[in-house]
């Protein structure tokens, strides 16, 4: 193939609740579509981050400089365009994980499609369908993050995790227990929140038979989660902690983490998450896909990555209803507890052309006509 234009689309999309985490609360998805033309198809991808560099450090106004000025220009001087020959092509510009992510993932698809294969085939999908779990957020009381809980369960998801910081994390994990019953398959997510002199605190959290303890500690100290980890019954997750598979090689060999979130943007695409995959199945440590309130974009890729045969555990790739009153796409639906892996080729999805007009709030030209 060869890279033809590029072009972002800036889309706003009203959740339809507030999701509140220890990093602050979002009312609405603010973030844009990269859609690439090739001589042989077109692909889409979704920038997972947000408009301020609060989760992790990209943004969506420094990836499109990121994008326009340093990775296109690399990419349109390949002599063939391949999605593997991104990552190589990319190595000099450090950083940047998400950006790279959203190039490597637009190409990968228009690339799928030309081939009439899916994301799913391509990466090794052994399920046609996955089980969905749901993040649930911090709420202002107990009562309601219990109504929240019953009725996602009523739903159908499998499992239910809880944001958690200092000062909610004993009592609303008590609470959900004692109204759900022990059977219930449940977790916690800390986004970072708390510090290794938490320890005897956290450890508390074992009482109450989680699956696992998600990103505790400060991102990218493998050496206190592995410290923390030995003082806890409670499985430790890492998420922001691992940016590759040599990290995550790292955290395991060190006894940092028991099980492993992948998120496909963090570690630079699909490709790199294949590999991180890989790493933890070796080592039969759990993966599990997580989510950023993707729309039906970044959900349908996740989806693929959700069905290989390491993910054992359910991810976050929660039905478009949890987050969206209208999706960008044809909504995903959960069904007993599942949602269908796209099998069409590429992601398998595309933008509703009047559903982008209404939520597009502005378009911008990065490479080509």
Same mark, same amino acid.
């Given at each position: ?8 689309? #800036? ?31 077109? =692909? ?8 301020? &560099? ?41 950083? #940047? ?9 637009? /190409? ?24 969905? @779990? ?21 739903? =159908? ?23 759900? @019953? ?53 499985? /430790? ?22 099980? /492993? ?25 759990? /993966? ?9 974009? =970044? ?38 507890? #599942?949602? &269908? ?6 992601? @398998? ?12 709030? =502005? ?5 080509? @006509?």
């Amino acid at each position: 193939m060869k890279l033809e234009r590029a072009e972002i689309v #800036h889309v706003a999309i009203p959740l339809v609740a507030p999701f509140r985490t220890s990093f602050g609360t979002m009312t609405t998805k603010d973030t844009f579509l990269l859609h690439v033309v090739t001589d042989a198809a077109e =692909g889409w991808s979704e920038f997972a981050a947000d408009p301020e &560099p609060r989760y992790c450090p990209e943004f969506v106004a420094g990836a499109e400089i990121v994008l326009r000025d340093f990775l296109l220009p690399r990419v349109a001087a390949l002599p063939r365009l391949t999605a593997p020959a991104l990552a190589p092509a990319l190595a000099s510009v450090k950083g #940047h994980e998400l950006a790279k992510a959203a190039l490597e993932t637009a /190409v990968l698809d228009a690339e799928l499609c030309a081939y009439g294969m899916s994301l799913a085939t391509y990466l090794g999908a052994v399920r046609d369908r996955v089980p969905a @779990g749901v993040s649930v957020g911090i709420r202002d009381s107990v009562p309601e993050l219990l109504d929240d809980v019953q009725r996602y369960l009523a739903e =159908g998801y499998v499992r239910i995790k809880l944001k958690i910081e200092p000062g909610w994390d004993l009592e609303p994990v008590r609470a959900v227990r004692e109204r759900f @019953g022990d059977e219930l398959p449940l977790q916690v997510d800390a986004n970072t929140a708390y510090r290794l002199a938490d320890a005897e605190h956290l450890r508390k959290l074992d009482a109450f038979g989680l699956l696992l303890v998600e990103e505790p500690l400060e991102e990218n100290n493998l050496h206190a989660h592995a410290l923390l980890q030995q003082r806890l019954t409670t499985p /430790v997750c890492l998420d922001e902690s691992l940016h590759n598979a040599r990290d995550t090689a790292s955290a395991i060999a060190m006894g940092a983490c028991r099980v /492993v979130n992948v998120k496909p943007a963090r570690v630079g695409g699909y490709l790199e998450a294949r590999r991180v995959h890989d790493v933890a199945h070796a080592h039969g440590v759990p /993966v599990w896909c997580g989510g950023m309130l993707e729309t039906g974009i =970044g959900r349908a890729a996740n989806l693929a990555l959700a069905a290989l045969p390491g993910c054992t555990l359910p991810g976050d790739t929660s039905a478009s209803a949890r987050y969206f009153a209208e999706d960008l796409t044809e909504p995903f639906v959960l069904r007993d507890g #599942h949602l &269908p892996v796209p099998s069409a080729p590429g992601i @398998g999805v595309e933008p509703l052309p009047e559903v982008m007009r209404r939520f597009t709030t =502005g378009r911008s030209s990065l490479y080509g @006509g």
